[in-house]
């Protein structure tokens, strides 16, 4: 096993430099410039043109991605033109409230989607089935920002029960670290039902299909004729081999929770990385705009490694040996 994740770590290389070139030639091909956001009555053309000059911006692609990898290798992901900081400093600083609503998210929908959808399985074509799948059909139909908007207006403006957005009240003296977490996981109910809905809906749509698929096999079958009461057969034998496709929409889906979040965030003004990719997006931040893409790739080749790995957990049988 950990030959096979030293391998794939060597081969996830290559692939990071390949979304490295792609991500940016796709960002320079935008129209605008690192100072087209730049107001100032004060500055002239000529400014704007030698602050370009200093950034590198009229050197060829091959100069300044090969400047840019290079000096990240180095750990240094180079100076936010629109904050004036590194961006390492500038990601470090909002990775931790992004971490926590995602991960609070996976966790929470894996832990309401899987005995949903084995219960569903289990009771196929019964009411309750019907009713679960409506839900769940909802859940993955309705988008993300509706749902958001729609959650801010009922329970925000309407009912009062949450804030309207930011990670804590403004102006609040904490008293101490549970007065603050208290203060944090009120303001994160919102955001991360929001966020959870879809995955909530997903896997639990995984889970109840693979499980169909699984309950009829003969090795299921001879279980319950030896006598096995259901719910061995069912969470012993059936759940564990019907648990693989889900481990692999949960590690693919990883990303994609953080490309949700960018919505969710900034529906709530969650200060995450969410908000700062689309301030970045916004005033052509280069810099950030690469070093986000790349935090993002690498997760992606994360989610891939942890999917991977989990299929060997689940699966005693899986050898990658």
Do not use: C
């Amino acid at each position: 096993m950990y030959q096979y994740i030293i391998r794939r770590i060597l081969q996830s290389i290559p692939t990071l430099l390949g979304i490295t070139v792609f991500v940016f030639l796709i960002i320079n091909a935008a129209p605008g410039n690192p100072m087209s956001h730049l107001v100032d009555p004060n500055m002239t053309g000529e400014d704007r043109a030698n602050r370009l000059e200093a950034l590198g911006y009229y050197d060829p692609l091959p100069v300044r991605y090969a400047t840019w990898i290079t000096e990240a290798v180095q750990g240094n992901l180079g100076y936010s033109t629109r904050y004036s900081r590194p961006v390492t400093q500038l990601i470090s600083t909002r990775i931790v409230p992004t971490f926590l609503l995602t991960f609070s998210s996976m966790f929470i929908s894996v832990l309401i989607a899987v005995p949903i959808g084995v219960f569903s399985s289990t009771r196929q074509y019964s009411k309750m089935d019907y009713f679960l799948t409506v839900l769940a059909m909802a859940g993955i139909s309705i988008p993300v920002f509706f749902l958001a908007i729609l959650g801010l207006r009922l329970f925000a403006f309407d009912l009062g029960w949450v804030p309207l957005g930011g990670m804590v009240t403004a102006g609040r003296v904490h008293t101490g670290f549970f007065d603050y977490a208290l203060d944090v996981l009120h303001h994160l109910i919102m955001p991360l039902a929001v966020l959870s809905a879809a995955n909530i809906a997903t896997y639990m749509r995984y889970t109840r299909s693979s499980m169909l698929e699984v309950v009829r096999q003969d090795y299921i079958r001879t279980a319950r004729a030896k006598g096995l009461s259901e719910k061995v057969v069912i969470y012993k034998h059936a759940l564990r081999n019907a648990l693989i496709p889900v481990v692999t929409v949960f590690g693919l889906s990883l990303p994609f929770l953080f490309s949700g979040a960018v919505i969710t965030e900034t529906v709530f003004t969650w200060p995450g990385m969410g908000i700062l990719n689309v301030e970045a997006v916004g005033t052509r931040d280069y810099p950030l705009l690469m070093g986000i893409n790349l935090f993002l790739a690498i997760l992606v080749l994360l989610g891939n490694l942890l999917a991977d790995i989990m299929y060997a957990v689940v699966d005693p049988r899986i050898r990658y040996n």
